[in-house]
């Protein structure tokens, strides 16, 4: 433990380390003003904006009666900078004025020792604050254990998104931004052969971890359901046979997620889908029409069994079907149907994917800063095809 001993008077600190000494802690360091210790902590002159450097100063006893700058004021100047505000601060004093100490812990001193100095007390505050501060750091590794992690299973996360797709007749583009490091949208899209393409678009109930862990599970059977049964009726309900699998009927929380899963047949200019629960997709066809994909029926994990009609649409020319989570409806001010008639009118106009014009519309957050939602859209592009009933 390094402490560092700050007093312009040379007696106070030789009686103040030879204290110390003799209870075994060698490591002092020494300062006789205020600015000495900014020196020693790396804080600039005249509290600078200069980023300190990583201290090694476990504790600092600071005297309160100094030349040039008090120790009141050099704690709070301490205060400011995060790397340095939680290291203890014991204020020595012969001042016996109650405001002046209050003064001082408000400044963000931890304690204080009142001179002549009591050599007990003075050890039993130096044991408690060095006691506080190595809870303290090891709170503050754990934390950035926990931070290195979640950025790991982030970007594992992050992985299993499936690449865009630029066929001639198909292409499929999407933009996703979690709320927090972790998150509970997923998408993914599968080429199903003789031109067919299977996509899907969840989200799951909540945020955070143990959304994106059921999130995971999703995803590490949705390829051999989707290339196993591909009609979506039966992969919707193989996704919610094997998410109530997980047998979470004693949870508290009910889980469960929404989903759009289609399939677009590009041969036989046909889109079957299933909607479960999800806010529904949007096509734009060549007229200027949009057709809505609202069909719904339950959200998937809810019940053992769902009751699902699926539908079909056939089309003829080019158009953009716009998929995404309630996470982007919520960027609008309104109740849903001026939502979702507010994404008709951005979303509208040419059917190619235009990500900065998307990212700065939905994902820059000017129109909902304090998001509090995942946020994905989902673009497909059908050249030579677009959605008749």
Known sequence: MRILIVDDNPTNVIIIREILKKENYRDIVTASSA?????????GEENSV???KPSDIDLILLDMM????DGIEACSIVQKYDN???IPIIMV???GDSKKLAEALDAGASDYVTKPINKVELMARIRLALRLKQEKDWHKERDQRIQDELKLAAMVQSAVLSDPIEDPLFQVHAIYKPSFELAGDLYSWFPLGEGRYGVLLLDMMGHGI???LFTMFIASVLKDTVTTYVDPEKVIQELNRRFNQLQLGKQLVQYYFTAIYLVVDTRMKRID????GHPPALFFRNDGSVTSFDSVCCPVGLFDKMDIEPQTIHYEGDGHIAIYTDGLLEAVQGDQEQQIEFLKEQLKGSHAWNEEAMQKLFFDDELNPERDDDKCLVWITLDRGAVTE
Do not use: C, H, Q, W
Not at 66 to 69: N, S, V, Y
Not at 273 to 276: E, F, H, I, R, T
């Open 35 to 43: 600015i000495d210790m900014f020196e020693i902590l790396g804080i």
């Open 50 to 52: 200069l980023r300190p």
């Open 66 to 69: 100094m030349p040039e700058m």
């Open 84 to 86: 340095l505000k939680d």
């Open 93 to 95: 004093t012969a001042i």
């Open 210 to 212: 143990s959304s994106s």
């Open 273 to 276: 889908y299933v909607n479960a």
